[in-house]
């Protein structure tokens, strides 16, 4: 875990990164428009969930596996499959995302119901923070992380990353039309903020510094000529996780009509060279987010994950 912080200590906007993949002959789990499943390092799939309705969010744990449920959130054990943990309130708010939180407790981000809870493991509601008026609607927000100041980022499907306190109060926002929907945000060590942003002429990732700079990005224009369908090789940017070796690794839905068209995952240098990506739509029709596993077959930490 120390070794994986050290490497993003200074965000993904470093001077030292890898031409290499990190990905190439390793496992990893993904969260598909259908099933969780685990992809093994020759590319096969080896094990998959009973269906599941909507794409969504994924941790892999050295013994369980949490995910969304698209109105509910469950962690089973990685070896027997066994339910350790579930929550499904009967007004189906529509969840998206969910996070393990270093006391055990489950952060969840109630769509519909515009409203972030954590939730002891025996599920008693240890805070309700009220992001606006419910029913908020289908696209009001999409990924939550808790950050390490104890406030919560939130992606909001019209345009908006918001930051907020526990009261439900905006500590900080980034709008910018020009980058289109915001999916995922992570709160990086420096201080800075990675997100994602879709789709197609406007799919991207990008760090922004705290006065709202952008101080990196990656975008369609910078992957052309490499080989991927143009002019959209990334669709639709839902997750992404930092790698040991300082790469990217990005999780593009390829749904609203691109099905088969383009890579489920991408594998991006800092410079922004494609050195891995993953494309079985056979297998897949669309993949929302991954959690890859190191060279031992044991998770990457959950701290540089999505």
């Not at 007004?91 to 407790?105: A, R, V």
């Not at 809870?117 to 599920?123: F, G, S, T, V």
């Not at 879709?198 to 101080?215: F, H, L, Q, R």
């Not at 999780?251 to 922004?272: A, M, N, Q």
């Amino acid at each position: 875990m120390k070794k994986i912080i050290t490497l993003v200590a200074l965000g993904f906007l470093t001077s030292a990164y890898a031409q290499s993949s990190y990905m190439k002959g390793k496992a990893f789990y993904v969260f598909s428009d259908g099933y969780i499943a685990k992809v093994e390092a020759d590319g096969k799939v080896s094990w998959k969930t009973q269906p599941i309705k909507q794409v969504g969010d994924i941790w892999v744990f050295k013994n369980s596996i949490l995910y969304t449920t698209f109105n509910g959130i469950k962690e089973i054990s990685r070896d027997t499959h066994a339910e350790c943990f579930s929550y499904q309130p009967p007004e189906k708010p529509e969840i998206y995302s969910t996070q393990k939180l270093d006391n055990g407790n489950y952060l969840v981000a109630e769509c519909s119901a515009a409203r972030l809870l954590e939730l002891k493991p025996d599920k008693t509601i240890a805070k309700e923070i009220k992001l606006g008026k419910a029913p908020a609607g289908h696209g009001f927000m999409r990924g939550a992380r808790k950050t390490p100041q104890g406030t919560y980022l939130v992606g909001h499907m019209g345009g908006k990353l918001k930051e907020y306190n526990d009261k439900g109060e905006v500590v900080w926002f980034f709008n910018d039309p020009s980058m289109g929907a915001i999916y995922q945000a992570v709160r990086l060590k420096n201080g800075n903020t990675l997100a994602a942003f879709g789709e197609n002429d406007k799919a991207a990732v990008a760090e922004i510094a705290p006065d709202k700079t952008i101080v990196w990005s990656v975008k369609n224009a910078d992957l052309l000529g490499q080989g991927q369908p143009e002019p959209h090789p990334l669709k639709f940017c839902t997750g992404f996780f930092l790698l040991p070796n300082g790469n990217l690794l990005i999780s593009s839905w390829i749904g609203h009509g691109h099905l088969g068209k383009s890579p489920h995952l991408f594998e991006i240098t800092r410079d922004k060279k494609i050195v891995w990506s993953y494309a079985d739509h056979a297998a897949f029709k669309t993949i929302s987010s991954v959690h890859p596993l190191d060279e031992k077959g044991e998770p990457l930490a959950p701290t540089c994950v999505h």
